[in-house]
C-alpha cells in the first residue's frame, strides 16, 4: 500500500507509526511503499501494528531507480545486516548495524574491491553502551549470524552477481 493512503503519527524515535484510519486507532499491517514525485519507487517493507518490521529497501531517485539499501529492520531501526549498492550494482558496504548505530562495516569502491572498514571492539561497544548488556549481546548474536569476512570473500568473487538477497530470506 502505498503510505500516502495512510495516516501515521511519529513514535519517540521520530519514525512514523502507520495506522489505516485519520483517527491513529487501527494500525496498519502489510507492505507499505513510497514514491518520489517523479513516480519511481523512494522506499519498500513490511509494517508490523504500524512499525516497519522487516526487510526495508530503498532506491534511487533517478530514472534507472535502481536498489540502493538493503536491510533488515526491527522497530523501524536498522537491526542486522545492511547492504548499499553504487548506482552501476556492485556492492558499496555491507555493515552490522543496532539500532540504526553501525558497528562494523566494509566499503567497497565502484570497481567492487574492498577499500576500508571498521569493526568495533566488544569494549568499545561497552563503553558506548554501558547501561545496556543486550548491546553486546546482540552485536555478538549478529557477528555469529552474519560473518563479514565469509560475506567478504563472496562480494570480492561474484561482484554484481553477488547474491545479497540470501541473507534476507
Request: glycine residues 6%; proline residues 1%.
Amino acid at each position: 500500500m502505498n503510505v500516502n493512503e495512510l495516516w501515521f503519527k511519529y513514535d519517540d524515535n521520530r519514525n512514523p507509526i502507520y495506522y489505516i484510519d485519520e483517527e491513529c486507532k487501527h494500525l496498519y499491517t502489510g507492505h507499505a511503499e513510497e514514491y518520489f514525485k517523479n513516480g519511481k519507487k523512494y522506499w519498500e517493507a513490511d509494517v508490523v501494528d504500524g512499525i516497519v518490521d522487516g526487510v526495508y529497501k530503498e532506491y534511487t531517485e533517478d530514472e534507472d531507480n535502481v536498489l540502493e539499501l538493503i536491510e533488515y529492520e526491527k522497530y523501524s531501526l536498522g537491526n542486522g545486516l545492511s547492504f548499499e549498492f553504487h548506482k552501476n550494482g556492485y556492492i558499496s558496504s555491507v555493515c552490522i548495524v543496532i539500532n540504526n548505530y553501525i558497528t562494523d562495516c566494509l566499503e567497497y569502491n565502484e570497481k567492487g574491491e574492498l577499500c576500508g572498514g571498521n569493526f568495533w571492539e566488544n569494549d568499545k561497544a561497552k563503553a558506548y553502551m554501558a547501561s545496556v548488556d543486550w548491546w553486546v549481546e546482540r552485536l555478538n548474536e549478529f557477528r555469529t549470524k552474519f560473518d563479514l569476512e565469509i560475506i567478504n570473500e563472496e562480494i570480492l568473487r561474484d561482484g554484481k552477481n553477488f547474491d545479497y538477497m540470501k541473507y534476507f530470506r
